[in-house]
């Protein structure tokens, strides 16, 4: 695995109020686009929920830009914030 590896990942970022339901509504969203995910990280700070995801883009059934579309919808729908960025912009972005 070289390089090219990071242009089918993608890190997926939550961050709000918590609630019950948070993990699976992402992960969902994920599943119906065939996206995997890689590896997942959470916690909550004082009532404070975050979430990182690694997810592995390859075997996804749509473009990047439908995802997107589909996280910024669900993020109104849970009162939350999510983002979703290539794995190699955001290694670019925080010198990783």
Same mark, same amino acid.
Do not use: W
């Given at each position: @695995?070289?390089?090219?590896?990071?242009?089918n990942?993608?890190i997926v970022?939550?961050?709000?109020?918590?609630?019950?339901? %948070?993990?699976?509504?992402?992960?969902? +969203?994920?599943?119906?686009?065939?996206?995997?995910?890689?590896? %997942?990280?959470?916690?909550?700070?004082?009532?404070?929920?975050? @979430?990182? @995801?690694?997810?592995?883009?390859?075997? @996804?059934?749509?473009? &990047?830009?439908?995802?997107?579309?589909? &996280? +910024?919808?669900?993020?109104? +729908?849970?009162?939350?914030? %999510?983002? %979703?960025?290539?794995?190699?912009? &955001?290694?670019?972005?925080?010198?990783?």
């Amino acid at each position: @695995m070289g390089n090219d590896a990071s242009t089918n990942r993608a890190i997926v970022a939550v961050l709000g109020s918590d609630r019950a339901g %948070i993990v699976a509504r992402v992960a969902g +969203e994920l599943a119906d686009h065939n996206a995997n995910i890689l590896d %997942i990280s959470q916690t909550i700070l004082q009532g404070t929920f975050t @979430m990182t @995801m690694l997810v592995d883009l390859e075997p @996804m059934d749509c473009d &990047f830009a439908v995802l997107h579309d589909a &996280f +910024e919808a669900l993020a109104k +729908e849970l009162g939350v914030q %999510i983002t %979703i960025q290539r794995e190699e912009l &955001f290694k670019l972005m925080y010198r990783l």
